[in-house]
């Protein structure tokens, strides 16, 4: 068997210790003759998984205790359009501050619901970097902030978090449990699983518990966060296979040294590629500005259309998946979230090496 070097934008590579894990327990999963997809929701085996996918979040990301996890479905877009259904309240205005098409798609829910404003915006240069927190315009009265960590498209993301007084809710679809992230300054995160922490199907949510008190009683049940909070995220029948997954990829990443042993080895992976591009005289050329690169998703161009498309039927003639651009940056993309192996990025960085000997 030979697996895929695995560099796919999400759903992404899974550590193999868990996939095996899996496989072991399909039909007999502890003892129940039963796998865990069998197993009724309400069953003792299967919210002692759930609980413990729980406690792991908290524990590997630092949630303080005023701070809930919430396990949701509907991906991170479904987030898009709840997040203002619950926060944004009549007179109010959002803030957005758009760095690349997440937060656009985020920013355009919010208008259908309420009033909007964009704090900051990197748009006319096609999202190449992340604006300079001086230079946002963010203020108190804001009803919140929205900010993406990582621009998964563009290949961009904050090396700093920001500390605003207003409610501050962040996508981090594409870089959760990437790196420690101070979750005391946001009122809620969100990311789907399956880039970092799973397959796809559970959208995890960190929401501080305040925010709870602060929707109003117009929402429908299943849309508000309060309704999933008071149920321990067992309102309604959960992912349960995905949160299962979940459970043992944390504790994949505990055994790693947890977010900054994930941060360790995400720095020496992608540092592998910037410097094969930044060493290569102009023959790869990264989309991203140097002081807004993303550790997560890597993107580059040849200097050819023709060479993109040579590069990119070669890589996968020689077994690398998942190289294709997104078609707004065009060229390259190599998505490096945590379980894709330092190996396999040693592996692109030779077969890039080699690429460029043949066709510099
Ligand atoms: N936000 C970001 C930053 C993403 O990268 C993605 C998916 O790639 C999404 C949101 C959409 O997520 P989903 O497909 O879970 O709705």
Redesign the pocket.
Known sequence: MTRAHNFN??PAALPEEVLKKAGEEMLDFNGTGMSVMELSHRSKEYEEVHNEAAAGIKELLQVPDTHEVLFLQ???????PMIPMNFLPDGGRANYILT?S?SE??LKEAQLLGQTKVGASSAEHNYTYIPGMENMDVDETDAYVHI?S????FGTQWQTLPDWKSPIIA????DILSRPVPVDQFSLIYA?A??NLGP?GV?IVIIEKEMLHKIPQSIPTFLRYDTHADKNSLYHTPPTFAIYMLRYVLDWIRNRGGAEGMQERNNEKASLLYDTIDHSGGFYKGHAEKDSRSNMNITFNLPSEELNKTFLEKAKEAGFVGLNGHRSVGGCRASLYNAVSLESCEALRTFMLDFHKKHG
């Open positions: 934008a999400g509907g991906g991170a877009s479904l987030q898009f690349g997440w798609k985020a993406t990582n621009n998964t498209i996508d981090m679809s594409s789907g399956q880039k796809s959208t």
